[in-house]
């Protein structure tokens, strides 16, 4: 079953697909999230965007985003404020219910979708910029996920990618080596159809979620081909 809600927000019900063909399936899937829903009740997250975000789609004209594993939304109240269209995915029931109030007390919009991100299916070619922020999977999921992302793309329109670098194991992000990024792990997991702009090691000092401690990230910012304009 999709479960969407609206903070200020147009209705775009049955639009997305959060769970394929099976809701006890999408269900049982979203059970895995209370990881997230203790972190967020927990313990403050970040409120600033990604700075390498703010200066790339800074340089873009507003319009449909969608932010795939969200959070509390961080990145989607910044977008919405930039003039975006945003729709914020996350698992978390949490993560949405704080990404709702801080879209209110921000005065902004957005579209709250709950779905596991292994499932959900946004509207093909249908945003100007994807935002797969700090998400971190193993291999097949990660290239399931960025091949979502990458369907869900206009043609000329850009994926950002960020996430904790390998160089972090132990220190920053997920316990788990295979989930970490590093530029050729990323750039070997985007679709092959994109074209990689930029897919580098950056490091950073705040905004990661992780109290604000100096890290190593890898970013990637890639976009789909205007040539795929007019095909099906
Ligand atoms: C590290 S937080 C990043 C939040 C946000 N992108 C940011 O950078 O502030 C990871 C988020 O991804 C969500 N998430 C991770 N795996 C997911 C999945 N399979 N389906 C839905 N949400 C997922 C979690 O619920 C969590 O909110």
Known sequence: MSIHEHSHAKSHSGEHQADGDSPQAGQAALTHHSHWDERYTNHSWPSEPDPWLVELASGLVPGKALDLGAG??????WLAQQGWEVTAVDGSQVALDQAAARARAAGVELEL???DLLEFQPISATYELVVVANIHMRSPNRE??????????KPGGHLFVVGHHLEDFGRHGPPDPDMLYTPQRLAA???KELVQERVERVERSIGDGVGGHP??????????PRSQEGTP
């Open 144 to 153: 399931k996920l960025f091949a979502t992302a990458a369907r869900a793309l």
């Open 72 to 77: 509390p939304g961080r990145n989607a109240i």
């Open 113 to 115: 979708v709950r779905a």
């Open 215 to 224: 890290d190593v990230a890898v970013l990637a910012w890639a976009s789909a």
């Open 189 to 191: 997991a985007l679709p």
